[in-house]
């Protein structure tokens, strides 16, 4: 079904969504797409360094919420 989308539809789908939601709205939507893709990189980038950090992988520090713990008990 998407597989025949060229770029005459896709400007056609961009040129709805700017009339539905108006250009602020779209904008300030793709700002919080953009740093919620920052954060996930970041997150990454700060697991890696953990991992790496632990030596050979296998102790990694424990992150569990103390009240999970509780509720396990």
Do not use: C, H, W, Y
Not at 47 to 67: H, K, L, N, W, Y
Request: aromatic share 2%; hydrophobic share 40%.
């Amino acid at each position: 079904m998407l597989n025949n989308i060229g770029l005459p539809g896709l400007l056609l789908i961009a040129v709805v969504v700017l009339v539905l939601f108006g250009r602020g709205k779209v904008s300030s939507l793709m700002g919080e797409v953009g740093k919620g893709i920052t954060a996930f990189k970041q997150g990454m980038k700060d697991g890696t360094q953990e991992i790496e950090q632990a030596g050979d992988g296998t102790s990694a520090r424990d992150v569990t919420p103390a009240e999970a713990e509780k509720d396990k008990a």
